[in-house]
């Protein structure tokens, strides 16, 4: 193990900027989510990032202690949005709404900030909008140009902003979607927005939700790219801060649960809609602004793990055979925290061929193709994709027909 110190230990909170914050969560070293490794690398040192959660005592934010360089994390990314049908479907509902709430005019200009392969761009095209993505890792921004969405591959701040307004005008729409909790310098991000929104526009984030983050224990959403997990009161303190205010809050399905925020200028004309009081009540019931709240939380997961090794533990001392399936980011975070490696589960299965043949970061378990467990008999399939089990489950009654059971993992492992 190999630690790596070119990371930025946050002194201050990223939110309200105050110097109080406090330890919560500790995974211990971890290697990046999404650092997968090859054949060759497997054999080679590995670098281990601490992966902690801190609590600040003043604005109530839950934020990762540390930062790692978001050029390390994002410039040769490999999770590209669509390969997931559910995800383009969700982009396309997504369009569409926003289209018909807003009733925007056609031609005006919509921007999406860390565009990914312009998966939610490509449905704003097609109703008839000019689109600009913002995808700071070229391999991806390349593949959006070849779809015909124009994408500028660059790390979003203000004096790009600047140079678009000037050459494009300003933008009715900026949308924020999985990126906003991946964003370490928040106030340059929030400064270039306000240069490119126009007037009355509307800035849209979608970000995992800290409510379902706590209520489902989907404690694995931490992992070195997710340095905030957002609360609408947390969202309300940081943009207050920049004279925009949140005129709306939709509860989205998405990633185990995620809200879709709706931030105007100040003056904009937007009326505030009662959601953003319900939100923030709600909130407030469930005691995320408790500090006990995420003390309490931290030893459920301990006791999530305690009984995941059990049971695997129970299962491989009978000779059973065990794979998991779905390599995601979140999947690293509980096969490390929980030491799972090789030793327990054989392989993982992963639909997608960017990483396929490569180990999992951290615990050295390779990734192989669906066509692997056809031919093999195997007795239980871990589903690490925990957001798409119930998919992944009628995908695979094939396997169960065959005898096969599932283990879902969290919040408490369950054999189905
Ligand atoms: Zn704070």
């Given at each position: ?8 230990r946050?002194?201050k909170?990223r ?5 109080q914050?406090e330890?919560?969560?500790?995974f211990?070293p971890?290697?990046?989510a999404n650092a ?7 054999n080679k040192?590995?670098?281990f990032y ?8 003043k604005?109530t934010?839950?934020q990762?202690?540390?930062?790692v360089s978001?050029k ?10 669509s390969?997931?049908p559910?995800f ?8 569409l709404?926003?289209?018909t ?6 031609n ?7 565009s990914?392969d312009?998966i ?19 391999n991806?921004?390349k593949?959006?140009?070849k ?11 203000i004096p790009?902003?600047?140079k678009?307004?000037?050459?494009k005008?300003k ?14 310098d ?6 270039g927005?306000?240069?490119l929104?126009?007037r ?5 984030i979608?970000?995992?939700y800290?409510i ?5 224990r ?5 992992y ?13 303190t ?6 925009m205010t949140?005129?709306d ?15 105007k200028?100040?003056?904009?004309k937007?009326k505030?809609q009662?959601?953003v ?8 019931k469930?005691?995320?602004?408790k500090?006990?709240?995420?003390v309490?939380?931290?030893k459920?997961i ?14 491989k001392?009978k000779?059973?055979?065990i794979?998991g399936y779905g390599a ?7 096969l490390n925290?929980?030491k ?7 392989y993982?299965?992963d639909?997608s061929?960017f990483?396929?043949?490569?180990f999992t ?13 056809k ?6 399939i ?7 089990a119930?998919p992944?489950?009628k995908?695979?009654?094939w ?5 096969g059971?599932?283990i879902?993992p ?7």
């Amino acid at each position: 193990m190999k630690f790596n110190y070119t990371i930025k230990r946050n002194e201050k909170c990223r939110v309200c900027k105050a110097g109080q914050i406090e330890k919560v969560l500790d995974f211990g070293p971890t290697p990046l989510a999404n650092a997968f490794l090859s054949k060759e690398e497997v054999n080679k040192e590995e670098y281990f990032y601490p992966l902690q959660v801190f609590f600040c005592k003043k604005c109530t934010m839950l934020q990762l202690g540390h930062a790692v360089s978001s050029k390390l994390l994002f410039d040769d990314y490999v999770y590209v949005s669509s390969t997931s049908p559910v995800f383009i479907q969700h982009f396309v509902d997504f369009a569409l709404q926003v289209a018909t709430q807003f009733n925007v005019k056609k031609n005006s200009l919509v921007i999406d900030l860390g565009s990914n392969d312009g998966i939610l761009l490509h449905p704003f095209k097609k109703i008839g909008y000019r689109v600009l993505g913002i995808e700071p890792a070229s391999n991806i921004a390349k593949i959006a140009r070849k779809k015909g969405v124009d994408t500028v591959d660059e790390f979003f701040n203000i004096p790009l902003a600047k140079k678009l307004k000037r050459k494009k005008g300003k933008a009715e729409i900026i949308t924020a979607t999985n990126v906003f909790a991946h964003i370490d310098d928040l106030d340059e991000v929030i400064r270039g927005v306000k240069i490119l929104l126009d007037r009355n526009g509307a800035f849209i984030i979608e970000a995992p939700y800290l409510i379902d983050f706590i209520e489902k224990r989907y404690f694995d959403l931490v992992y070195h790219e997710h340095m905030s997990y957002w609360s609408i009161r947390s969202l309300q303190t940081l943009f207050k801060r920049f004279g925009m205010t949140i005129f709306d809050v939709q509860k989205v399905p998405v990633h185990g649960g995620s809200v879709r925020v709706f931030v105007k200028h100040k003056s904009g004309k937007q009326k505030v809609q009662k959601s953003v009081l319900q939100f923030l009540k709600q909130e407030k019931k469930i005691r995320l602004h408790k500090k006990e709240t995420y003390v309490k939380y931290d030893k459920k997961i301990l006791q999530n793990r305690v009984s995941l090794l059990d049971l695997l533990t129970r299962l491989k001392l009978k000779g059973k055979k065990i794979i998991g399936y779905g390599a995601p980011a979140k999947g690293n975070t509980l096969l490390n925290y929980f030491k799972i490696g090789p030793d327990i589960l054989d392989y993982i299965v992963d639909d997608s061929v960017f990483k396929q043949g490569l180990f999992t970061p951290g615990t050295h378990i390779p990734v192989v193709s669906p066509q692997t467990l056809k031919k093999d008999k195997v007795n239980y399939i871990l589903i690490l994709a925990w957001n798409f089990a119930d998919p992944i489950m009628k995908n695979y009654s094939w396997f169960k027909k065959r005898g096969g059971k599932f283990i879902v993992p969290v919040p408490i492992p369950k054999i189905i």
